[in-house]
């Protein structure tokens, strides 16, 4: 499997330290959190975490409640993975990019997902959101940077950082199956905003 640029030299481990310290980060994963709890996030069935990183939101889903053995957490970058299996030992994380296409058995579904601060950092997203909306059951969460305004791609010759149409992202989820019942977006903290995808189980 090909390596990512967070699999460089040290940079997963500067971002890692960087998330956990920048008060930009902490105001964001606590208004993530708070979200996540006001939408009563499931957490008693299966949990996929697609885009794990060093485990930062295992870490918020085991204080939401999640027991360690519903997870699952996936990420492209073994560096990150390392972080994260050091940290959790108790909880399961596999090496896998989240567009991979089958990322999963065929016809298994967890019953919740979330791709957290995942998407911004791909080419394009079209075939991750049609894999997520795949394995999900019931409720995807999507995470990513957001305005209104057509997509912005950004490209510095290492790592991506675009900003996508809140309205074009909506449409394409609504697009990918007949099992989304609704898709809704709330901008949570600067231009990171949140999709709550709501499925039926065919």
């Known amino acids: 499997m090909n390596k990512t640029p967070w699999d460089h030299a040290g940079a997963a ?3 890692d330290t960087y998330w956990r310290t920048s008060p930009l980060e902490i105001e964001w994963r606590s208004k993530l959190k708070a979200c996540l709890k006001e939408s009563k996030i499931d957490l008693t069935g299966h949990v996929l975490d697609a885009g794990c990183g060093t485990g930062l939101i295992y870490e918020m889903l085991i204080e ?3 027991k360690p053995e519903a997870y699952c957490g996936i990420d492209h970058s073994e560096a990150m993975l390392a972080l ?5 030992k108790e909880a399961v994380f596999m090496q896998c990019p989240v567009d991979e296409g089958e990322i999963v058995p065929e016809d298994y579904r967890f019953d919740t997902t979330l791709c957290i601060s995942v998407l911004q950092h791909m080419k394009s997203y079209e075939n991750a959101i049609r894999t997520l909306v795949d ?3 019931s409720t995807l969460y999507i995470a990513t940077w957001l305005h209104n305004a057509p997509d912005v791609i950004r490209f510095d010759g290492t790592y ?6 809140v309205t074009r992202m909506l449409a394409f989820v609504s697009s990918c199956s007949k099992r989304v019942m609704c898709a809704d977006c709330k901008m949570l903290f600067m231009q990171n905003g949140i ?3 709501r499925m039926k189980d065919a």
Do not use: D, K, P
Not at 84 to 88: E, I, L, Y
Not at 160 to 165: D, L, M, V
């Open 195 to 197: 999709i709550v995808v």
């Open 135 to 137: 394995v999900t059951r």
């Open 84 to 88: 994260a299996r050091w940290r959790h």
């Open 160 to 165: 991506y950082g675009n900003t996508y149409s």
């Open 64 to 66: 939401l409640g999640m």
């Open 13 to 15: 481990e500067s971002i």
